[in-house]
């Protein structure tokens, strides 16, 4: 099961024009090289299948292997962690709407998926962004639902479970009230997409953001709001018979995201299972800790790190998680 308490799931999907920007702020250039390495790091840190019910992959990494030959798809498959694929190519222009950004990759899609299926891939996932700012009804909004309704049948002709990501940004000086109204508008309009579909919801994860603060305010919402503002706004909008719902950290600090989704347990139980999907919320630290060196303490404190990021995630999605846990590790 991909959406269950204590196993969360890691975002290692990061294009390469994100990855470039992670690598900079370490100094270490990002070339093919660098990023199979630092993901070998990650996928080998021991102990983590006690933790990970699936890791997103790249296109790249779902190709590459550990140093000793191990494709990495497989080397997951033997932990008993579940393989997906990010499959949407990223986002362009809408031509309907001149400030508008949709997101591209339907073409050739179902090929695709065949071809992760036999690298043992059997969930997907594909990322849309809104923006707090969009005016109710925006065509931008509509398009982009519709995308991810055609992205959820194909994976359902081939057997992979979809992540849909509608994914509300941070961006700009929303309060997190303004964010609440947002996650309805947005989440409201992906799935009549989904139902106009007839896609069946039992086979459909959501991957969505927190009502939190955008970047640009500075009276920042305390995690009691953020959780109820969360809650509430998919209660209103999400259907209890979808098979679960995983919580992107959509640019909050790991300590931020972490306590926010500590709040949002504490308001369980809810319609459907919950838990967690994270990037740079995870990575951040043990991206750090490593700094591009092929030294063993570094390659050890990258992996502890990771492994102790994800640990506090769990105590999180089971509301177990204080502040003072960042102290020191489990």
Same mark, same amino acid.
């Given at each position: ?10 975002? /290692?999907?990061?294009?390469? /024009? ?38 997103? #992959?790249? @296109? ?7 140093? @000793? ?56 996932? &594909? ?17 982009? +639902?519709?995308?991810? /309704? ?60 927190? $009502? ?33 719902? $995983? ?11 972490? /306590?926010? #989704? ?9 319609? &459907? ?8 919320? #995870? ?6 800790? &490593? ?12 992996? +502890? ?11 999180? @999605? ?13």
């Amino acid at each position: 099961m991909l959406v269950r308490q204590g196993k969360g799931i890691l975002a /290692a999907d990061e294009s390469n /024009a994100t990855c470039e920007k992670r690598f900079n702020t370490i100094g270490v250039p990002c070339i093919e090289e660098t990023r199979r390495d630092y993901r070998e790091i990650l996928l080998t840190t021991p102990g983590i299948e006690q933790f990970l019910s699936g890791v997103i #992959l790249f @296109d790249e990494t779902i190709r590459q292997s550990t140093k @000793d030959g191990t494709p990495f798809h497989e080397l997951l498959a033997s932990k008993n962690i579940l393989v997906g694929i990010k499959v949407d190519q990223g986002l362009e222009e809408d031509l309907n709407n001149p400030v508008g950004k949709v997101t591209k990759g339907l073409d050739g899609l179902s090929e695709r998926l065949q071809e992760y299926k036999s690298m043992s891939a059997t969930f997907a996932k &594909w990322r849309a962004v809104a923006n707090v700012s969009d005016k109710p009804g925006d065509p931008t909004v509509r398009e982009n +639902a519709s995308r991810l /309704a055609a992205y959820a049948e194909i994976c359902h002709s081939k057997n992979i479970v979809p992540i849909v990501e509608p994914e509300v940004l941070m961006d700009g000086p929303h309060t997190a009230a303004q964010a609440e109204d947002a996650l309805v508008e947005v989440l409201s309009v992906v799935f009549d997409a989904l139902e106009a579909k007839n896609i069946d919801l039992r086979g459909v994860v959501l991957k969505t953001s927190m $009502a939190v603060t955008g970047k640009d305010n500075p009276l920042k919402a305390e995690p009691s709001e953020v959780s109820e503002r969360t809650v509430r706004a998919l209660r209103s909008s999400v259907p209890n018979h979808l098979a679960g719902i $995983a919580f992107l950290s959509g640019g909050q600090s790991p300590e931020e995201a972490t /306590a926010n #989704l500590n709040a949002i347990a504490r308001v369980e139980p809810l319609p &459907w299972p919950v838990t967690f999907s994270f990037g740079r919320a #995870l990575q951040e630290p043990a991206l750090k800790a &490593w700094g591009g060196s092929a030294d063993a303490d570094n390659i050890n404190a990258a992996q +502890a790190a990771l492994l102790e990021r994800i640990s506090l995630n769990i105590v999180a @999605d089971a509301a177990g998680y204080t502040k003072t846990m960042e102290e020191g590790s489990l």
